[in-house]
């Protein structure tokens, strides 16, 4: 007779085989690029029309995984090859993009979908993927995060994310975490503005307190601005002008959804002050989740943001959904469009995170403040 269990570790390793959804994405960039006579529009419908209508109509999942499980899939190196795999293949679709735009022939429409689908790939894998690569302890794999982030010109994010984010977050000092009656617009100029700033100092800062000059050869963010120069620079000499901005324009949408994920995740939830008038540690409230499946495969957990903050190093595989973690009220590419509309955002929203103050001591809203004016 078999212990009991045995077959629940194996049971969980096939989970692997869910995440494998995510490349529906670059098979539809794949067609787009490569098929003159393709819809140039097929990723951003089904990114941004289907999957949020199925993710409106399908309950979310709020199943977990057994320890025994947990620790089979941490150990599984299969789920660590799915991120691996991410970055030869960005950097294929990338350059196949460049090549279609350099060819030309594309009626505006098509130009405009071609430009779409390449901007969502740079969110979903230059940016999300590389934020999971960017949480681990090899400096090979947070190499590869760089390179992906590279192809969203975001490489500032590494350094502003896991030094400046996670220790900040849900506090007026975080420009990531948006306050209660910001709209996203709002949100996505404060943001991208004092985040590449926050990034400056956090780097000076580091290279001070070890000795070395701010602004020398080991600041990590002028090794970004040299390598995204570069890569601008090479992209303007072998594909054109034209390639050029369209892949600005790629690079600028990433960032935008990007943005606009980092809006849902915390919106209007603050730490509340401890008796020290400090803030006291991140609980599982000051991040919005969804248990949406879709979105879960898709953006490898990402909408399990609460046990990401938790434990930042904790591999994607193993987030829980958390039974005092604040639920949005779908999945996250829904609740990113509804976002657009700051009047049915706050009327949807403004009532759960009013009762989520109500009944939770250590959150309040987080109500506009001058620190980050």
């Given at each position: 007779?078999?212990?009991?269990?045995?077959?629940?570790?194996?049971?969980?390793?096939?989970?692997?085989?869910?995440?494998?959804?995510?490349?529906?994405?670059?098979?539809?960039?794949?067609?787009?690029?490569?098929?003159?006579?393709?819809?140039?529009w097929m990723v951003p419908l089904f990114g941004f029309v289907l999957i949020p209508i199925l993710e409106?109509?399908?309950?979310?999942?709020?199943?977990?995984?057994?320890?025994?499980?947990?620790q089979a899939v941490?150990?599984?190196?299969l789920f660590d090859l799915l991120l691996y795999a991410i970055v030869p293949v960005q950097y294929v679709l990338l350059f196949l993009f460049l090549q279609r735009v350099q060819a030309g022939g594309l009626e505006t429409g098509d130009l405009l979908g071609c430009v779409a689908t390449m901007g969502i790939l740079c969110g979903v894998y230059g940016i999300n993927v590389a934020h999971e690569l960017g949480h681990r302890t090899k400096r090979w794999e947070r190499d590869l995060a760089r390179a992906l982030l590279l192809t969203s010109l975001y490489m500032h994010f590494i350094i502003e994310h896991n030094r400046g984010h996670h220790r900040r977050v849900a506090t007026p000092d975080d420009p990531a975490s948006a306050r209660y009656g910001e709209t996203v617009?709002?949100?996505?100029?404060?943001?991208?503005?004092?985040?590449?700033?926050?990034?400056?100092h956090i780097e000076a800062d580091r290279l001070r307190k070890g000795g070395e000059r701010p602004y020398g050869l080991h600041n990590e963010m002028l090794h970004a601005m040299v390598w995204q120069g570069t890569l601008l620079v090479v992209i303007g000499l072998v594909f054109g002008t034209t390639a050029l901005l369209a892949f600005l324009g790629a690079a600028f949408i990433g960032i935008l959804l990007l943005e606009t994920v980092n809006y849902i995740e915390h919106y209007g939830l603050r730490r509340s002050r401890t008796s020290q008038g400090t803030y006291g540690r991140v609980h599982h409230?000051?991040?919005?989740?969804?248990?949406?499946?879709?979105?879960?495969?898709?953006?490898?957990?990402?909408?399990?943001?609460?046990?990401?903050?938790?434990?930042?190093?904790?591999?994607?595989?193993?987030?829980?959904?958390?039974?005092?973690?604040p639920q949005l009220p779908t999945g996250y590419p829904g609740t990113m469009l509804m976002s657009l509309f700051p009047p049915l955002f706050f009327a949807v929203m403004h009532p759960r995170l009013k009762h989520l103050v109500a009944n939770d001591t250590t959150v309040e809203l987080a109500k506009h403040s001058s620190s980050m004016n």
């Open positions: 007779m078999e212990p009991r269990g045995t077959a629940k570790p194996l049971s969980g390793r096939w989970r692997v085989l869910r995440y494998l959804a995510t490349f529906t994405l670059p098979l539809g960039a794949w067609a787009t690029f490569t098929d003159r006579h393709g819809w140039c409106l109509l399908l309950r979310g999942r709020p199943n977990d995984l057994s320890e025994e499980e947990e941490l150990s599984d190196p617009y709002a949100f996505w100029v404060r943001s991208i503005i004092f985040r590449w700033l926050s990034a400056w409230v000051h991040s919005w989740n969804s248990d949406h499946l879709l979105g879960r495969m898709m953006l490898f957990e990402l909408t399990r943001h609460s046990d990401h903050h938790w434990k930042a190093s904790k591999k994607y595989q193993g987030l829980k959904s958390l039974e005092d973690a």
